[in-house]
């Protein structure tokens, strides 16, 4: 069996700048990645419409300024391929490559109380043993597709958009239907729309989207974010969501109907969420303040969808702005103004079956060449509990988490010694900038084992009472905002069974930081730690 001091599950952005800091430690490393190559997220969603709703400037490692300045991006939002070159270009750049076994999934990771290592396994039939595990899994990487009755039986194709075919597909002439308008659906929909011949959009559940109002980035805009790259870099890092946009002070209560309206109208022409959802400080804790900017966007529903009950249709009402993930868009109201397009409403009468021929809803079967699910994903946990891990005393995971995900800080489970989740539940993760989440966390876990190996500490894990008093710190949290207010995949509502708790912590990724380099200099308060001379 070969032996390492690490193995890295996963090579998208967490990868990646894990397997290079360890790397550069010195850490003997081994990665393992299902997909043929690196990018995580972004090899697999290569749907149409596919777009990160972070800045350009700002989705990018910070890590080495040679990367930070050689590297152009074109657009304000990246587009999926730039993205996925970018990672291509760090993996080659940094030599990463050779570190990691592609096409290679693991199957388990067992961690043995004799030896303190951990035995991990991969469907290629590897076993390797390894001091520390860190699972660079993603959040949103185990995609899932509700139990359609009858699925199997449809004579059409059918996708995922967080699997997408690697060739691309062409709708041209094809009667495509799309089930879900999350993120993925509301970016794809334009897309499918301007090649099908019918598109069916099966909707659940209408969702707040906001304009991206991309465009390319000037080369003399680039020269000017890249002259104070480093401030705002440091900025970002102790911000609330990750990037450099400036907290607001003021109640959106306090502001006159009028003057807070054209606010509105102003952040809306110029696009992109934080913006829209950094108004008024109150937005995602009043609703009062909250039903300001949702009957705002409604409006604007109301105003791009020229049929009043297909714009009636489109209306989120259920739920306050911001309160399920905040979609961006590119043209995604202007879409049911076209002919082809047609909006099916699932709320009221679910999918009931499908059949060979495509879709029966409300009495009615829709007729389709293609099926689109974008259905989402079972976040947070499902990439780590398909790991199969399992911790001290032979105690699986699942079993542990079987009422919800409890872990110190995201970052380490407590009965998991050395075992480490890069942007695990409980920590800012999917409520920030994820590559200033990820630097932070790989960071922190590459000082911890450097530390560990100063102090020839061997292994590490939290105490128990910290990490009940930190899951019980991330819910108060939730509590405090309008979150919990809707149906999401943060609470896990969206798989069938699965606990409701609210995965990410809302404290925002400053505030973090702060949280993770006091329990470092305080002796790494709240671990156990066992062996050495700490
Ligand atoms: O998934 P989702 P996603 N019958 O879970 C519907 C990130 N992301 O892939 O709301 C009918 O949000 C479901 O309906 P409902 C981002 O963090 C980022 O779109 O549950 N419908 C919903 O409409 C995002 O939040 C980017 O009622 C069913 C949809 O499927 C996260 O990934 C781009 C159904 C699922 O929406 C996930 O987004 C893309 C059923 N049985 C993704 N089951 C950017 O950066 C589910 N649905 C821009």
Redesign the pocket.
């Known amino acids: 069996m070969e032996e390492f001091d690490a193995v890295v599950i996963g090579a998208g952005f967490a990868g990646l700048y894990q397997l290079y800091r360890l790397r550069q430690l010195g850490f003997a490393t081994r990665g393992f990645e299902a997909g043929g190559s690196v990018g995580g997220t972004w090899y697999w969603?290569r749907y149409p419409g596919?777009?990160?709703?972070?800045e350009s400037m700002d989705y990018s490692y910070s890590f080495s300024e040679e990367l930070e300045q050689e590297w152009e991006w074109s657009e304000r939002y990246p587009a999926q391929p730039e993205i996925l070159r970018y990672l291509d270009h760090v993996a080659d750049r940094f030599d990463l490559r050779p570190l990691i076994r592609f096409d290679t999934r693991v199957t388990s990771a067992v961690y043995d109380d004799r030896t303190h290592r951990w035995t991990v396994a991969t469907d290629h039939g590897d076993t390797v043993s390894a001091r520390f595990v860190i699972a660079a899994t993603g959040c949103?990487s185990a995609w899932q597709v509700?139990e359609?009755e009858g699925l199997e039986s449809f004579r059409g194709a059918t996708y995922h958009?967080?699997n997408w075919p690697k060739e691309g597909v062409d709708f041209t002439g094809l009667r495509v239907g799309v089930?879900?308008?999350?993120?993925?659906?509301?970016?794809a929909i334009p897309r499918i729309a301007e090649q099908a011949a019918a598109l069916h959009v099966?909707?659940?559940?209408p969702?707040y989207s906001v304009p991206a109002r991309n465009h390319p980035l000037t080369p003399e805009y680039q020269r000017s974010r890249k002259a104070t790259y480093r401030e705002y870099r440091a900025r970002a890092k102790y911000s609330g969501g990750g990037h450099s946009a400036i907290p607001p002070t003021q109640s959106a209560l306090e502001v006159g109907d009028e003057e807070r309206w054209s606010e509105y109208e102003r952040r809306w022409r110029i696009g992109g969420a934080p913006l829209m959802q950094m108004v008024y400080k109150d937005i995602m804790t009043s609703e009062e303040a909250n039903r300001t900017i949702a009957e705002f966007v409604r409006a604007k529903i109301r105003e791009i969808v020229r049929d009043p009950a297909v714009a009636e249709k489109l209306t989120p009402v259920d739920h306050p702005f911001g309160a399920?993930?905040l979609?961006?868009d590119i043209g995604y109201f202007e879409t049911y103004n076209r002919d082809n397009v047609h909006l099916v409403d699932?709320?009221h009468s679910?999918?009931e079956t499908i059949t060979p021929r495509g879709v029966v809803t409300g009495g009615r079967e829709y007729e389709l060449d293609a099926i689109v699910f974008?259905?989402?994903?079972d976040?947070m946990t499902g990439p780590l509990l398909n790991l199969g891990i399992r911790g001290r005393g032979g105690r699986r995971l699942d079993e542990v988490w079987s009422e919800g995900p409890r872990a110190y800080l995201g970052i380490q489970v407590a009965g998991f010694p050395n075992l480490f989740t890069v942007t695990g539940p409980g920590s800012p993760s999917?409520l920030s900038n994820m590559v200033v989440s990820i630097e932070q966390h790989v960071d922190w876990v590459s000082d911890c084992l450097s530390y560990m190996r100063e102090h020839g500490i061997e292994t590490i894990e939290p105490d128990g009472e910290a990490q009940d008093a930190w899951v019980e710190h991330v819910n108060t949290a939730a509590e405090a905002t309008l979150h919990p207010r809707a149906?999401?995949?943060y609470l896990g509502?969206?798989i069938p069974g699965k606990p409701r708790v609210f995965m990410p912590y809302v404290g925002g990724v400053g505030a973090y930081r702060e949280k993770c380099d006091e329990v470092v200099l305080r002796g790494y308060e709240g671990f156990v730690l066992t062996g050495g001379d700490h």
């Not at 596919?50 to 972070?54: F, I, K, L, M, P």
């Open positions: 969603n596919a777009r990160c709703d972070v949103l509700p359609f958009t967080g089930i879900g308008t999350g993120s993925s659906g509301i970016q099966f909707q659940r559940t969702n399920k993930r979609c961006v699932v709320r679910p999918i974008a259905t989402g994903y976040a999917v149906k999401s995949w509502d969206n």
